[in-house]
Nanobody, 125 residues
Framework: QVQLVESGGGSVQSGGSLRLSCEASGVTLPRYCLAWFRQPPEKEREKVAGISPGGTSTYYAEPVKGRFTISRNNAKTTLYLQMNSLKPEDTALYYC??????????????????WGQGTQVTVSS
């Protein structure tokens, strides 16, 4: 049974940084693409970043390019999202997601089969 558990969310001021983690269990992690999504208040869930099973290919949504970095440690079965230069518009519930190969880091929301419960990120101005 695949389980994804996010952590690391919190409240920061604009310009600050946070590092999100997603611990995966019940999976052979090198066989999965992983991704981060977010859902701002009263908006739809949107893609933030994705990473290939081996970590060699990544995808970033335009609003976070140059500020966020996705990475993974397959030995530790953990996915990360380093978020720098945070803005109030980054405020959202952040989810990690997994999809078994064949898969793409750039895949749309409906293509991801496994989801965590989310961790809240709040950025104040």
């Amino acid at each position: 049974q695949v389980q994804l558990v996010e952590s690391g969310g919190g409240s920061v001021q604009s310009g600050g940084s946070l590092r999100l983690s997603c611990e995966a269990s019940g999976v052979t992690l090198p066989r999965y693409c992983l991704a981060w999504f977010r859902q701002p208040p009263e908006k739809e869930r949107e893609k933030v970043a994705g990473i290939s099973p081996g970590g060699t290919s990544t995808y970033y949504a335009e609003p976070v390019k140059g500020r966020f970095t996705i990475s993974r440690n397959n030995a530790k079965t953990t996915l990360y999202l380093q978020m720098n230069s945070l803005k109030p518009e980054d405020t959202a519930l952040y989810y990690c997601a997994a999809d078994q190969i064949p898969c793409s880091p750039a895949a749309d929301r409906d293509d991801w089969h496994y989801w965590g419960q989310g961790t809240q990120v709040t950025v104040s101005s």
